[in-house]
């Protein structure tokens, strides 16, 4: 059921909580699925090794089985053909691995309050909490308030999509919100559909949702009505995103 709830009337914004590493919140070792795919996702591509949207869960699943994560064991959990499309020997990702997230635990994420105020009206929503992809030093989540008018900064207004994103695919959508945000992006120059694509697809990376989610989402967006550059971003990145999940 949607959490959002609309008034009418900004107050004052609130900035957006600044960015805490998973660790000070949680403990030295402890990580979100999110953050802890992140991390994989960083050493595989320093590696140049392919990393696609079926080995963050994979391994977040295994992370989840023990105490601590064990680069060995991780490993292990990755088919065959891993090690063939990347040339590369299971002791040397087991390597890599130990080093990325060796140690650490995997704790689910909660979902947790945000407000996102879009020219004048309020939208309360949830979402797991988390560093912005948009401003790695803005938790959103966690109390955090987003205002965007039609003259404020692009970084403020790709940030409440990224917010909208992050909110739907939690089973959390505002027709009302997203038809604010649209026409708000349609009155600006300096926005287009690529900028929304970027980050559609970017938190479709990072929260690595299934593709059932994603059909889910994808339908609810094209029921909402909404048009325009939000619109097309949105079904362009999250159809993207489809395309990198296993069949």
């Known amino acids: 059921m949607a959490h959002y709830r609309r008034r009418g009337g900004s107050g004052r914004s609130k900035p957006a909580t600044p960015a805490t590493p998973p660790g000070a919140r949680r403990g030295m070792t402890a990580t979100t699925p999110a953050e802890f795919q992140r991390l994989v996702a960083i050493a595989f591509d320093a590696q140049g090794w392919q990393y696609d949207m079926s080995v963050g869960p994979m391994l977040v699943e ?86 965007v008018t039609s003259g404020g900064d692009k970084q403020e207004v790709l940030l409440a999509v990224e917010a909208i994103v992050r909110a739907g695919l939690a089973g959390d959508w505002s027709d009302d919100a997203a038809k604010d945000l649209a026409s708000l992006i349609a009155g600006r120059a300096d926005l287009r559909y690529e900028d929304v694509q970027a980050v559609a697809l970017e938190v479709a990376r990072r929260e690595q949702p299934t593709k059932e989610r994603l059909k889910g989402f994808l339908a609810r967006i094209a029921a909402s009505g909404i048009s325009g550059a939000l619109a097309t971003g949105l079904t362009a990145g999250l159809a993207e995103a489809m395309h990198l999940l296993p069949l």
Do not use: H, W
């Open 62 to 147: 295994v992370a989840k089985s023990g105490a601590q994560t064990d680069g060995s064991k991780l490993a292990q959990a990755l088919p065959r053909t891993f090690f063939d499309r990347n040339r590369v020997t299971r002791d040397a990702v087991a390597s890599v691995l130990a080093r990325a997230v060796g140690g650490r635990t995997v704790e689910e994420e909660v979902a947790m309050p945000a407000t996102i105020v879009i020219g004048g009206n309020n939208y309360q929503l949830n979402m797991g909490a988390g560093a912005s992809i948009v401003n790695s030093n803005v938790n959103l989540g966690e109390g955090s308030q987003i205002s």
